[in-house]
Every structure is written in C-alpha cells, then in structure tokens.
C-alpha cells in the first residue's frame, strides 16, 4: 500500500514540443526489446502477412486475363474460356488471402501482449518510482499529475503503442512489396506512380512538424486539467465554505481552454492527413488508367495486369497514408513516453549507504550545529544544538515557521542537513540506509493517513507481521478498541477511500494503535491533537501517554498545555533555540516560552481539567 502524496502546486510552464524526440524513441525501444522474441515473430508474421497480400491482385490479374482471352478466343472462334484454369486461380487467390488473414491475426495477438506488458513494467516502476522520490518532488509537484502519468499518460503510449508499431511494420512492408510488383509489371507506370511520393512526403512533413509541438502541450495540459480536478475534490468542502466555487471553475475552464486549444489543433493537423493522402492518390490513379489504357491499346501490357496494377495503385498510397498516421500516432507516443520517463527519470533519495552491523537503537538522538535550507542562500535552521537522551520526552515548541517540521523531516532524512550533523544511536544518520534509519520511527501526525481498507489492514500497517491478537492488544493499548467493537463488522469494518466514514478523533487513535503495533524505539507526534476538540483531545492525550512510555519522544504541539509534562522543552524561533528547559522552568523565566502560554491561557487554550 503506498504512502500518502502531497497536494502541491505544479502547474509551472509548458515545454511546446518533445525535448528529445528521438531519445524517447531509443528508451522505448529498450523497454520493447523484453520482449524481442515476441517482438521478432509478431514483425515476420507482419512481413509474411503483407508480402501474401500483395501477391493477391496479381493472381486476381491473370484469373481476369485468363477470362478476358477466353471470351476473345471464343469470339474468334479459335477456343473458349477454361474455367477450370480459372477455378485454380481464384482457389490460388483465396488461399494467400486466408494465410494474410491468419498471419495478421497472430501478429496482432502478439503485439497486444507486448503492449499491455510494457504498460504493465511501466506502471509498475511509476509506482516503485514514487517510494523512491525525495520528499521535496512531492511539495512541489500536484498529485493529479503524477497520477495522470500513471493514467492518461501510459494509457495513450500502450494505444499509440500498439496501433503505430504494428502499422508502421506493415506499411513499410505493404509499401516495398508493392513497389516491386508494381515495377515487375510495368516500369512505365511504376514511374507514374512514384511521381506521387515527393507530394505525399511534403504533405506529411509539413502536417508532421506543425502538430508535434501541440500533441505535447495537449499531455501537459491534460496532466494540469487532473491536478486542479483533484485539489478541487479534495478541498470540496473548503471550495464550498468560502463560496470559490466560481474561482475553482475560472481555474479549470482557463487549463481547460488551453488543453481544448492544444487538443483541436493536434487532431485537426492530424485529421488533414488523410485527405492530402487521398488526393494525391487520386491524382495517381487517374495517371495509371489513362497511360495503362494506352499501353494495354498497344499490347505492351494486358488487361489483367492493368487490372492488378490499379489495385496496386490503391495499395501503394495506402500505406503512404498510413505513414502519416503512425507519424501522428508517435508524436502522441513520444509526448506521453516524455513525460513517463521524465519522472522515471527523475532525482531519487540517493541512499548508496550500507548501515553497519547494529542493534536496535536504544533512542538516543544528538543534534550538533545543524543547519539547513530548502533552497540555497534561504537558511532556516541556523545553528540548532541539542542532545536527547533515551527514553526522555522532548517538546519543541515555537511560532509558524519557525523549523519545527522541518527537524523531524532532517531527523529522518527526508532532507539532509547542509552543515553540521544529527547521530542516532552516535551513528550519523547519512550513515544509515534510509530504510534502517526509518525502521527506528514511529509517526503520528496531525493528517492522520488511512488507506481504503479493513481497520485490522489499517492497523496491522504498522506491523505487516503481526497476527490478530496482537492488533487487537494494540488497539486495546490505545484505547481505540471500544469505538471499533461498536463499529458495523468491529475489526473488519472497511474504512473508505479517506476514512471519512469515521470521525476525526477516532482516525488519531488508530494511527496511535497503528504506531503500537509498530513498537519503534523513536516516536514523532506532530500536531497529533490539534484537529480534534478538547474532550477526545484529553482521550488521544492518554493513548500517547502509553505511546511514549519507553521511548524517545518528539512531541510539536500549539496547544502548550499538552506539553506541560516533557521531560525537556525546546523553544525555537526563526530556527534557533532560544529558550530549554522543564515548563515549570520556562514559566519561571518569564521569557519566550512564558509569553507563548499565558497568551493561550488568557484564550482558554492552555487549561487542562
């Protein structure tokens, strides 16, 4: 089950056209080959299928010219028709139609499997890519366009894919074939016919390069379209509350009028094609039957063959236009392949660090000198010293802003500091792989995080090995298991997509049960009681007061009066400490910290009963 994404703004600039067309090509090549057996029979049973296809109008020719000599035999009296000649003919015909027939079948069937696996591969490293991302490409980038590369993205490419592989095989094929029968019937009108090909080649060049650079503004436009409609969803009731639905929909309707745009001019380039094509065919056409009725006249060529090479005609600019197609087919391949590699090629939490041989930490956590920015020259932790023995309970207290998060996200190396350093167990933590150092943490924060499912799976999310009893005792330990037992099927009650079908107090404690079950030794409550009111507050209070018993515990909290009993508070502003100590200490200074409770007090927010 994966992690929870983050909701941010990516719509930034739209690059025009492919960055790197032909790269793109090259890496789904590399994707493809996989399945080069597959691959290798599929384009022979394509061959196979077209160079039958292409013998069919001759044959159907000397049936023609058998007949047309016959009746003229007859006429003179000399003979009359053989039918069975004929006969044998069109059964030779049907023949090498039905093998075509069954050879594109084959072909078809084989490159539908290779499309829908390579789909499948790409699907699958998508999401193995976003476990892997830094935290960072997640703040930056909105959720609806990841998701449309997952989506819209890989299903254009498995479609263009699948059509514009196959198609492009068989029209090269189509196209060689014909040309050598055309010539081994008649030079002369070969000629004709070839003088259409620098008309069509113009035609599709110049649709080509006009529609390249809207096919990939129309994917990025449409991965835009998905963000805005998925912050909206999510944030229906916020929409609603301060009556911004008509803003909401002014935002959609401006991506949406861009991606219409985009979108009209790709088809419609795209559209235009085959008409060209077709023209220029008929121009063709209409050359071959007016230079072969001359030659037929002048018996340098029969009947039956001006029959075939007319139908070769017809399957001659067939294929031309065909090509133009698969061009316009790639182009959506390569704006949709872009974008699925761009992210698969995107930064990964660098993790090259083989973590010594260790026994579980035992919590103890030392921050020495660290600072840090999100971006260069932006400092925000400036020079934060602390050490945290095990087992203790440390609350960092402080205005918006001032690096809170920010520490628990260095902490585990979400982010690494830009100087100083921050040991776990007096091991750094770069010197850990990210995933032993993670395996020590235990998180409960203020967005409680439950996926669609049992409330069992949810819990047992903090534990993949723990067995039912040892769910339901940490369901017990958190006092959640009196609400699930009231709850419609108690354990195997299914949570929705959001857990909305709870409330948010009970959310909170099965994410405390959750973080149970998990047993770390180093615990993060972030805002963990701040969405709730102050009744399932004190209830949440005491089922992190189990949580934290035994273990090392960073608690961020604003409401102060939740933090009077840490063993050790740390006041931080504009991203250094300014104040430590016990909250009867802090309180008898008289200073930041004192300031920051009595204004609550006086608000009614710092009271406990």
Same mark, same amino acid.
């Given at each position: ?11 930034? !600039? ?17 994707? /493809? ?9 599929? /384009? ?23 007949? *047309? ?13 053989? *039918? &069975? ?24 069937? $084989? ?15 998508? /999401? #193995?890519?976003?476990?892997?991302? !830094? ?9 609806? &366009? ?27 094929? %189509? ?45 990025? *436009? ?52 085959? !008409? ?74 660098? &993790? ?39 087992? %203790? ?5 402080? !205005? ?56 069992? #799976? ?13 769910? #339901? ?32 107090? %009970? ?11 998990? &047993? ?26 189990? $949580? ?28 250094? /400490? ?8 802090? $309180? ?22």
């Amino acid at each position: 089950m994966p992690g929870p994404m983050g909701h941010g703004h990516g719509r930034g !600039p739209v690059t025009e056209k492919a960055k790197d067309f032909t790269g793109t090509l090259k890496k789904l090549i590399h994707y /493809i080959a996989h399945d080069k057996l597959a691959l290798f029979v599929a /384009i022979a049973c394509a061959i196979g299928s077209v160079a039958f296809n292409v013998t069919g109008p001759r044959v159907l020719g000397e049936a023609t010219t058998e007949l *047309f000599e016959g009746i003229a035999a007859k006429v003179s009296g000399t003979g009359g028709v053989d *039918f &069975d000649a004929i006969g044998l003919i069109l059964g030779t015909a049907l023949t090498i139609y039905i093998s075509s027939a069954v050879l594109n079948l084959v072909q078809g069937w $084989l490159m539908t499997g290779i499309t829908q696996r390579v789909c499948y591969r790409l699907r699958r490293e998508i /999401i #193995e890519k976003v476990d892997r991302m !830094p935290l960072a490409y997640f703040e930056r980038v909105s959720t609806g &366009d990841v998701m449309s590369r997952v989506t819209n993205d890989v299903d254009t490419l498995g479609q263009s894919l699948n059509q514009s592989v196959t198609q492009l095989i068989t029209s090269v094929a %189509q196209l060689v074939g014909v040309s050598i029968q055309m010539l081994s019937l008649s030079v002369a009108l070969a000629g004709v016919t070839f003088l259409t090909v620098p008309l069509s080649l113009a035609g599709v060049m110049l649709v080509v390069r006009s529609s390249q650079r809207h096919f990939r503004r129309q994917q990025a *436009f449409l991965g835009q379209a998905n963000g805005i409609i998925e912050e909206s969803f999510n944030g229906q009731n916020i929409i609603q509350a301060y009556n911004r639905a008509d803003r909401a929909v002014a935002e959609f309707d401006e991506v949406n009028e861009k991606l219409y745009q985009s979108g009209w001019l790709a088809q419609f380039l795209s559209g235009i094609m085959q !008409p060209i094509m077709a023209f220029v065919g008929n121009l063709g056409y209409v050359a071959v039957v007016v230079v072969g009725a001359f030659l037929a006249i002048g018996g340098t060529i029969t009947v039956g063959d001006v029959q075939a090479f007319m139908q070769y005609v017809r399957n001659f600019t067939q294929p031309i236009t065909q090509l133009s197609q698969v061009s316009n087919m790639l182009q959506m391949l390569a704006a949709a392949a872009e974008r699925i590699f761009e992210f698969l090629d995107g930064e990964e939490e660098e &993790d090259l660090t083989a973590t010594p041989e260790l026994a579980r930490t035992d919590g103890a956590v030392s921050f020495d000198h660290v600072q840090f920015g999100y971006v260069p020259n932006k400092t925000i932790i400036h020079d934060f010293t602390c050490e945290v023995e095990p087992g %203790q309970t440390v609350a960092i207290v402080g !205005p918006t802003g001032a690096g809170k998060t920010t520490l628990m996200k260095l902490l585990m190396r979400f982010y690494d500091v830009n100087s100083g350093s921050i040991r776990v167990n007096g091991l750094d933590v770069r010197e850990y792989s990210r995933e032993d150092l993670r395996s020590n943490f235990a998180m409960v924060l203020q967005d409680t995080w439950l996926f669609k499912g049992s409330v069992r #799976e949810n819990i047992r999310y903090g534990n993949m090995d723990a067995d039912d009893a040892m769910v #339901e005792a940490a369901a017990r330990a958190a006092l959640a298991d009196h609400f699930i037992r009231t709850l419609p099927g108690g354990y195997d009650f299914e949570l929705n997509e959001d857990a909305s079908n709870v409330s948010q107090g %009970q959310k909170q404690l099965l994410t405390i049960a959750r973080a149970l079950l998990a &047993d770390r030794p180093i615990l993060i409550l972030d805002e963990a009681t701040s969405n709730v009111d102050t009744r399932t507050e004190q209830r949440i209070q005491r089922a992190m007061d189990i $949580l934290m018993q035994g273990r090392t515990s960073f608690v961020i909290a604003h409401r102060l009066s939740t933090i009077r009993s840490a063993d050790k508070i740390l006041v931080l502003k504009d991203g250094d /400490i300014v104040e430590s100590g016990t909250h009867d200490e802090l $309180l008898a200074q008289g200073g930041f910290y004192a300031e920051l409770y009595n204004s609550q007090f006086d608000e009614g927010e710092g009271v406990v009963s």
